[in-house]
């Protein structure tokens, strides 16, 4: 029994410490690849259906270190634009995931390139403990009132302006959480993301394109964070190198290929932050974006 509860509670700090980390540290491929992880009024930016699969492993050298999965499904035609997207977070034996659907509306400005988008995500947040591997009693009550609380439903709101090569967007994340001024029934953590700002600017040359990128994360009870980051991409579209520096001392690193604009398949690696650096590896971050309407155009 006490084994039982005392893995119960390593899990639970375990999760919710590691867990504050994963809120902070959004995904990676936001900043190029899956724009709508970060902000729903970018479900459909590119028009047409397109599917997204991701993977993250961080500090895999740790027991019961977070893992996240990811899948998103965008799809746009005219002005609306719908999505759904499913993350799973995981640190010990806490599993924290989200289902949301997403409504975006694009306004057409007067030059034919500019474009205005809103977007909506509304879904269920749920957290519950796998009682699979506890040596005891699985029944204890401490676990089962655990699992037992309601879903929470939430949403967050984006806004964007799009042009052939200047973007800016922001969006603000679990509102009914920020309008309650608590964490709901679910306890969202002591810090996560309350709202987010990018800007980003292309610069096509002879061989190349630079694609870059400044965006500013507001965090609860955190240091706010300012990301900045460069994609460097052959002219042909095919590869991909990424870097981002972030001001809480970390960077990431990554490269993509993408072939005939069907498939995009990008690699990342996010070094520790300088206070764990020595006790944990980085962060691993796996993406895979398929447009359906190229694939099958034939």
Known sequence: MRHNL??????????????SYSQISLLDAQFF?????????MAGLNGGLRVNLGYRNQWGNIPGAP?????TMD?????????????????GEISH???????????????????????????LQTISFNNQNIIGDPSDKNIA??????????????LGFTSNRFSIDGAVYNLKSQISQDNGELNLGTDFNLFYIGTAYSIPLAEWRINTKVAYRN???YTDIVDIAAEVRTSNNKLGFTGIYHTNKSSTFGISYSHKNEWQFLGMYNTAQAPIANYANGTFELALQVSLQNLFKK
């Open 6 to 19: 005392g893995l119960f509670i390593f899990s639970l700090l375990l999760f919710f410490s590691f867990k």
């Open 145 to 158: 009132r655990f699992n037992d609380r309601k879903g929470q439903f939430d949403g967050d709101f984006g």
């Open 219 to 221: 965090i609860k009870n």
């Open 33 to 41: 690849q899956n724009r709508y992880l970060a902000n729903p009024a």
């Open 97 to 123: 995931s989200k289902i949301y659907g997403t409504y975006s509306y694009t306004l057409q400005l007067n030059e034919e390139s500019s474009k205005l988008h809103f977007g909506l995500n509304l879904g």
């Open 75 to 91: 799809y746009r035609k005219d002005k609306v634009g719908t999505g759904f997207s499913i993350i799973n977070a995981k640190a």
């Open 67 to 71: 893992e996240d999965q990811n899948f």
